[in-house]
C-alpha cells in the first residue's frame, strides 16, 4: 500500500504536455518534387510607412491579411502582439487541413516563417519591405518549397498553387489597403525551378531574400 503523498511528490499532468518537444522543421529538402522559388510583389503607391513600420504591422496583423475562407492563421499561443522569432502561426488551409509554421527569422525590413512538420509544403517563406529608386514602397514575399510529399505534390500540381496564389496576392493587396493606400499594377508572380541552398537543406535559418532593391 503507497504511503501519504508529499508536496513534493505531487504530480502535474498538464506539465507532460507543456514539456513536449516542439515539433520539427520541414526543410525544402524533406520534400517531394521541384524547388520552386515564387515570387509576389506589389508597389504600395503614395505610402508614407518606411519599410521598418510596414513590416511591424504585417508581423502584428498577419492573420487579417490573409482571405479565411482560403487560409486561415491564428497564433498559437493566442498572442496579439507582433510576431518574434519562434513564435508559432497555426493554419487551416482549404483542402489542406491544419498545419504550423514557425518564424525562423527576423530584421526590421523582412521575416520568415519555416514550415513544421505536417504541413503541405516543406520550406520557408519571406516576407520583406523596402523602396525603389524611386521611393516607392515595395512589398515583396518569396517563398522556397517543395510539397511535403509525392500525394501532396499531385495535389499542389492540381489545385494548391492556384490557392497559394489567390492567398499571396490578397495578402499583398489587404496590406496595401490597411496603409491607406492602393497598388500601382497587379501584383506581379513569378515562379522559377531553384537548385538547393543551405537554408533549404535545413542548415541555415536565412530569409528567402534580402528586403533591398535588386535592380
Not at 41 to 63: H, N, Q
Not at 65 to 84: H, I, N, Q
Not at 135 to 160: E, N
Request: negative net charge.
Amino acid at each position: 500500500m503507497n504511503g501519504p503523498q508529499t508536496d513534493n511528490e505531487v504530480l502535474h499532468p498538464e506539465q507532460d504536455s507543456e514539456d513536449e518537444a516542439a515539433p520539427a522543421i520541414q526543410p525544402a529538402a524533406d520534400g517531394a518534387g521541384p524547388l520552386l522559388q515564387r515570387d509576389y510583389s506589389g508597389i504600395i503607391e503614395g505610402c508614407t510607412a518606411t519599410p521598418e513600420e510596414l513590416i511591424l504591422r504585417v508581423r502584428r496583423d498577419f492573420a487579417v491579411y490573409s482571405p479565411d475562407l482560403l487560409a486561415r492563421f491564428t497564433r498559437a499561443d493566442g498572442a496579439s502582439d507582433p510576431l518574434e522569432l519562434e513564435d508559432q502561426l497555426q493554419i487551416h488551409i482549404v483542402g489542406a487541413g491544419d498545419c504550423e509554421v514557425r518564424v525562423a527569422h527576423l530584421d526590421e525590413q523582412s521575416f520568415t516563417l519555416r514550415t513544421l512538420e505536417g504541413h503541405p509544403e516543406a520550406g520557408r517563406i519571406t516576407f520583406g519591405a523596402f523602396r525603389n529608386p524611386e521611393g516607392d514602397l515595395v512589398f515583396r514575399i518569396r517563398s522556397r518549397a517543395r510539397a511535403g510529399s509525392v500525394i501532396k505534390l499531385v495535389g499542389y500540381t492540381l489545385f494548391g498553387k492556384k490557392v497559394q496564389t489567390r492567398v499571396w496576392v490578397t495578402f499583398i493587396e489587404r496590406v496595401a489597403e490597411a496603409c491607406g493606400c492602393k497598388l500601382r499594377d497587379e501584383v506581379r508572380v513569378e515562379t522559377k525551378e531553384v537548385a538547393d541552398s543551405a537554408a533549404d537543406l535545413g542548415e541555415a535559418d536565412t530569409p528567402t531574400f534580402v528586403a533591398a532593391y535588386e535592380g
